[in-house]
């Protein structure tokens, strides 16, 4: 099955405890993003990745770290997390088109389940 | 820079009405845009996404419009279900980010 899977689903944790959230898909895609989620606010991109080795900050990346070693994973790590970074997180994945060649999916936007973090 | 906006922020039909959902943007240079669903406490599930080049998409009782030069977007529900009941977003994209509107909130009652 096609998806987007993300680990934890919850957590609950310190302030300045480090911490990693998993995304992997297993569509093959080249584009990976993160986003958080919160009351008001809406959603607002943390920070995203083009293809493997290739990644940029989005409108909030302040607090967070992302890697992608693999075309299937991208993980986002907090390294001294706050209690302003809790928030419901989502990472979201997509196909690109290819010297103009589009396929129904591209740029469709795949989101994983959500990961609620609570930072104390 | 971008701005998405849905209106209403909530809406509460009885079953089997017709409805629409509005989207509207500020920057007109889209790439696309894209609908979604959003059940609580879950992620999201793609319902549609138009081409900057489209006018329109339809999926099953879901019809999406695109006047990409009023920098508006329609959703179109036809006889709505309880089971439709969520929360539908609008996002656009230029570039690489997706820009989201803050959601409409729907309520199909029985």
């Known amino acids: 099955e096609a998806q987007v899977t993300q680990n934890p689903r919850y957590l609950i944790t310190v302030t300045g405890k480090k911490l990693t959230v998993t995304c992997s898909q297993n569509?093959?895609?080249?584009?990976m993003s993160w986003y958080r989620q919160d009351p008001g606010l809406g959603l607002r991109q943390i920070y995203y990745s083009m293809n493997v080795e290739v990644t940029d900050k989005g409108d909030v990346p302040e607090g967070y770290k992302v890697s992608r070693k693999e075309k299937r994973n991208f993980p986002l790590i907090l390294e001294s997390p706050s209690p302003n970074q809790t928030s419901l997180y989502f990472c979201?994945?997509?196909?690109?088109?290819?010297?103009?060649?589009?396929?129904?999916?591209?740029?469709?936007?795949?989101f994983g389940p959500g990961t609620r973090l609570t930072v104390l | 820079k971008q701005e998405v906006t849905q209106i209403p922020a909530a809406l509460s039909v009885p079953e089997g009405e017709n409805l629409v959902l509005n989207c509207s943007f500020t920057?007109?240079?889209?790439?696309?845009l894209q609908w979604f669903r959003q059940d609580p406490g879950k992620g999201l599930t793609s319902l549609l996404l138009?081409?900057?080049?489209?006018r329109e998409q339809t999926s099953g009782r879901l019809n999406a419009s695109l006047d990409k030069s009023s920098g508006r977007s329609t959703l179109y529900i036809a006889a709505s279900q309880p089971g439709d009941s969520a929360t539908y977003l609008c996002a656009v994209k230029r570039n690489t980010p997706l820009v989201f509107g803050k959601g409409t909130r729907l309520s199909v009652i029985a």
């Open positions: 138009i081409q900057s080049s489209q």
């Open positions: 979201a994945s997509s196909s690109r088109s290819r010297g103009g060649l589009k396929l129904p999916d591209t740029d469709t936007q795949y």
């Open positions: 920057d007109s240079a889209i790439y696309n």
């Open positions: 569509m093959n895609h080249e584009y």
